[in-house]
């Protein structure tokens, strides 16, 4: 907290003015757990009504412009559902964006487009073993997704136009390749190689969407277990937050990209990537969790795509990263020059491995979805 940057402190401090958060401001942290917006905790000192001193803390985001063109009409997405689940739910814990002078739930200044909303104390998970954990992760997505079964999908604008659209996603990349702008196409011929051998497996997904198979629902399309805050003594979840994606899409969009994050033996960008797979145990506790809170709602064919999702999804994303790594690293924060790169060897082995496990996982998607259903 003493190493805050002045520089820093004072712009953060001015921005929560404009947000009509008074002073005296006490200090911010960085959290550095997103690869696209950038957070931090901004840190007030309050009478607790007494005369103590107490701190209360916000979190402070500046979207990433490159990723979100428009960034007004997400932050009006997320007024809607937001709105909706206080409105539906009226005791679930939900986020409260704090609004400027001029009524808008965003910033925009020379450096960038900022959000303000309350900070819920809780603890995050960027990996987990524990099953009761994940079976509460699976949950609290099911959750966040049947609360929101009922909002018009109409009235939500497309953040990121053809975000899970796997087709486009290899697309780009096919074109990227053709214009190879750093040079760096010939050091990932083994991974391009791959990924083109399974493009239509890996689109599959997307072609059932195109052809009308899968009914479009309300989703959230960026469910990372490190999305879900939890209760720092009970491990119990508390909210879903990063509503920034939440556009219509298919079940098996948030299913695979839970499963593709949380039951990988690795974290998503480990450099020893040949140990990366998928962990069964951490795939059944999660289904369960899942399926208990959806499989009543679902159609058989959305159960049957469940597992083949996870695939598509690993793919996708392996697109996007290598996509990244050859124009130059653009979308994705790195920390290091091959970041993406060992994101995209590490998205690949675990779709290697996925392949291995299809019926195992096509298995314990259908016990539960019965069980459940
Ligand atoms: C990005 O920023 P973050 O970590 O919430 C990305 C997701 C990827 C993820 C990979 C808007 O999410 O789609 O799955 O990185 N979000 C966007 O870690 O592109
Ligand atoms: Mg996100």
Redesign the pocket.
Known sequence: MYNNDPVIARKLQKIGEEFGIPGPFFTYEEIK?????QTYKVSYIRDDGSGMAQIKSYLLQRI?TY??ERPAELMDNIDCVTEHIRREYPHQISLHFHHTKDGKNYLEDRDGFWRMSNYVPSVTFDSCDDPRVIRSTGEAFGDFQMMLSSFEAERLYY??PD?HNTRKRYQQLKASIEKDPCGRVKEVEAEIEWLLSVEDEACRLTDMEESGELPLRVTH??T?I??VLFDRVTHKPLVVI?L??VMPGLVAHDFG?AVR?AANFVE??CPEFKKAGLDLNVFWAFTEGFLKKTAAQLTSNEVDTLALGCFA?ACE?AT??LNDYIKGDK???IKHARHNLE?TRCQIALAKDMMKKMNAMNAIVQECARRYK
């Open positions: 757990m997103g690869n696209v917006n990433n990723a979100f953040t990121i975000f399309n960026d990372k490190n999305n990063d920034d994606t990209d994050f998503e960008d999804l994303l996007r990263f979308y994705f924060k994101r």
